[in-house]
């Protein structure tokens, strides 16, 4: 039986985002800022995940 070679390393380099949810600014909002930043938050991350928004899709058109 032969054995296998030794794992190569990935070159891939993993980011990840740092974002303190739970800072003093944050607790200031009021209920409709609260709002739209969930909203613009929720359409960063489908952006970054390849989901096509209905705000993109009219930039589009």
Do not use: F, H, W, Y
Not at 4 to 22: A, E, F, G, K
Not at 38 to 53: F, P, S
């Amino acid at each position: 039986m032969r054995t296998l070679p030794p794992p190569t390393r990935s070159l891939v380099i993993v980011r990840q985002l740092s974002m303190p949810l739970d800072s003093q600014k944050l607790n200031e909002l009021s209920s409709m800022q609260r709002t739209m930043v969930i909203a613009r938050l929720a359409n960063v991350l489908m952006a970054a995940a390849g989901v096509a928004t209905e705000e993109n899709r009219d930039d589009e058109q």
